[in-house]
């Protein structure tokens, strides 16, 4: 059954897996049909997916099969599929898709980024005030909501404006391509986070964990934007309380 936007409707077949975390029949499906070519075309490579799950390993494919599963659930067309080849932790290819809004992301290291087929322009320099910013709520882990209210308050101030669609790929994925100017968000998954960070640093944004180190890719918790948004955002991470 199709809504008038021609976004399936997964009804019956919703299952919830924890506080606001589902999956559905698509879910399933899309995971196994990337899988299946992952094992056709890279035999051999470790693969971490979002249903299946899998061991880490220095290099691996991370794959998240449906990004934004809420939205997909409620009828709102901002769902991605995100894969991703980590290489020694850092993603050397990557591709998100955003099936109902027809937009298609690609990266590899040295060869640039790309929104359908078309290359990404390097960041732009903007003024910190003008820009708008995408972020996420932290509705798992309650307990991390002073920490991020406080760098949402102070955000509202440095910068235009704020916005949440609730799908983290495509939210880095637009930062790449300068609809957003920046994103942060706090305990995300691999799979949310590898090939959109891919994206925002091959267009020569700044992809940071909330203290300016390297332990994104694994702690979830995640600065990324052009270099001047990128100094604001990690003061602003700075200012906030302990976790």
Known sequence: MLLESGLPRPGGSVERKGVGDYVTATDRRSEAAILEVLAREAPGVAVLAEERGGLRAQTMWAV??????????????????????????????????????????????????????????????????????????????????????????????????????????????WTASGTFDGFFELGLNTWDVAAGAGLVLEVGGRVTDWSGGDTWIETGNVLAASPAVHEVLLELAAQSPDR
């Not at 599929?81 to 590899?108: D, H, K, Q, Y």
């Not at 996420?136 to 910068?159: E, I, V, W």
């Open 64 to 173: 998240d099969p449906l990004d934004g599963t809420t939205n997909f659930t409620r009828g709102f067309p901002t769902v991605g599929i995100s894969v991703a080849l980590l290489e020694n932790g850092r993603p050397s290819v990557g591709v998100v898709l955003a099936p109902f809004l027809n937009l298609e992301f690609t990266m590899a290291v040295g060869r640039g980024a790309f929104l359908n087929g078309d290359r990404l322009p390097p960041h732009r320099a903007l003024d910190p005030p003008a820009a708008v910013v995408a972020t996420g709520f932290p509705f798992r882990d309650k307990k991390l909501l002073p920490h991020y209210l406080s760098f949402m308050q102070q955000a509202l101030y440095r910068f235009e404006d704020l916005r949440r669609a609730g799908a983290a790929a495509l939210d880095l994925a």
